[in-house]
């Protein structure tokens, strides 16, 4: 009866203007042993970055392989370096090499890689496709391949190196430079 009374008069106290509000807290447990605790929260994955897709863990299955040996990457085999070009006047860059980087596969030992020009009208000029820095030490024996419009270096494939080249085509007067690269060393073969 006396808690019937005191919850009406709160409710009155509440109900009239004059009456100051008091924060009620929620009742707590006569009886220590009734708690039981929460389990503490699941771990997270970490928040993926702006380059990555958010994807959960790969775990792997007991009883299942390991995975292989080697970079993962899979490369150009032999007789298969190719790349094409496009290029759009005015765009930045003007040139877009398409496998790019180009992967070479580890056992494609000194095979040529091959360049072609697709949009009509462009030709390599004379130095076509010129490697930077220490590009000349893998590559040899560059130069048109049959016409102007391809070009061809002999790969050494002896690192796993990404080596940046720079391409050289022209049109008439119009001039246009784009700076792709080639990554040896893939442990797997492309299909």
């Known amino acids: 009866m006396k808690k019937r009374a005191l919850l009406s008069a709160i409710a ?15 009742p707590k447990p006569k009886d220590t042993a009734a708690v039981v605790p929460l389990p503490p929260a699941a771990p997270t994955a970490p928040a993926a970055s702006s380059n990555q897709d958010a994807k959960p863990a790969q775990v792997a299955k007991a009883g299942t392989a390991a995975p292989a040996k080697g970079n ?43 360049w072609t020009i697709r ?16 590009g000349q030490k ?25 080596y940046k080249y720079w391409i050289h085509v022209v049109n008439g007067k119009k001039k246009c430079d784009a700076d792709p690269s080639a990554v040896n060393g893939a442990s797997e073969v492309a299909q």
Not at 12 to 26: D, N, R, S, V
Not at 88 to 94: I, K
């Open 72 to 114: 993962g990457r899979k490369g150009c085999a032999q007789g298969r370096c190719t790349v094409v070009i496009d290029v759009t006047e005015g765009a930045t860059p003007c040139a877009k090499a398409t496998p790019d980087p180009l992967h070479v596969f580890e056992g494609n030992k000194n095979d040529n890689i091959k």
């Open 138 to 162: 893998q590559f040899t024996g560059g130069g048109h391949d049959g016409n102007d419009n391809k070009f061809k270096w002999k790969d050494a494939n002896t690192d796993d190196q990404e």
């Open 12 to 26: 009155m106290c509440f109900l009239a203007a004059g009456c100051p509000q008091k924060a009620t807290e929620p």
């Open 119 to 134: 949009t009509p009208g462009w030709k390599f000029a004379a130095n076509g496709i010129e490697w930077k820095n220490s």
